[in-house]
């Protein structure tokens, strides 16, 4: 069972318990990490499409065959604001999923340590046990559910 240590104190987890949970975060690791190369990845792609010129601006194939002009400019405004506002929601998104995404990547990873040094599934409020349906549930638990509804509730 790998180098890492299970000791007692892990909350009374027996060790096929711990494998699970173990297992589970680590597979959450792995995808938090994919999460955020994805972020990273349609971020860079994102900021080198806006260095191209939009489907608007060129000039409109059949200009002054047929008499029709260019758009009006007015509307080349338009169609740039839009654009402009549509890719600051998208960053705004971006950035909202990736700081959420390395957040839990963080508890994800100390959930890891606390199970390597045998502090697993002990609440960091009150020390007693977190039940095995609450780490089950979120195996990143640092607070048993008392302790994290009295958390919650406080200003």
């Given at each position: 069972?790998?180098?890492?240590?299970?000791?007692?104190?892990?909350?009374?987890?027996?060790?096929?318990?711990?494998?699970?949970?173990?297992?589970?975060?680590?597979?959450?690791?792995?995808?938090?990490?994919?999460?955020?190369?994805?972020?990273?990845?349609?971020?860079?792609?994102?900021?080198?499409?806006?260095?191209?010129?939009?489907?608007?601006?060129?000039?409109?194939?059949?200009?002054?065959?047929?008499?029709?002009?260019?758009?009006?400019?007015?509307?080349?405004?338009?169609?740039?604001?839009?654009?402009?506002?549509?890719?600051?929601?998208?960053?705004?998104?971006?950035?909202?999923?990736?700081?959420?995404?390395?957040?839990?990547?963080?508890?994800v990873e100390a959930a890891l340590e606390r199970?390597?040094?045998?502090?697993?599934?002990s609440c960091h409020r009150c020390t007693g046990?977190?039940?095995?349906?609450?780490?089950?549930?979120?195996?990143?638990?640092?607070?048993?559910?008392?302790?994290?509804?009295?958390?919650?509730?406080?200003?």
């Amino acid at each position: 069972m790998n180098d890492q240590v299970v000791r007692n104190d892990d909350a009374g987890l027996s060790a096929g318990v711990l494998a699970a949970l173990r297992e589970n975060l680590e597979d959450q690791r792995r995808f938090r990490r994919e999460q955020l190369q994805q972020i990273a990845e349609a971020a860079q792609s994102r900021h080198e499409g806006e260095h191209r010129p939009a489907r608007n601006e060129r000039p409109h194939p059949r200009a002054g065959l047929d008499g029709r002009a260019q758009r009006d400019r007015g509307d080349d405004t338009l169609d740039a604001r839009d654009r402009a506002a549509h890719s600051a929601s998208v960053t705004e998104v971006s950035v909202k999923l990736a700081a959420s995404a390395r957040m839990v990547l963080a508890d994800v990873e100390a959930a890891l340590e606390r199970m390597a040094h045998g502090q697993y599934g002990s609440c960091h409020r009150c020390t007693g046990p977190i039940s095995l349906d609450r780490l089950t549930i979120v195996p990143q638990a640092r607070y048993c559910a008392r302790c994290h509804r009295v958390r919650e509730t406080r200003p």
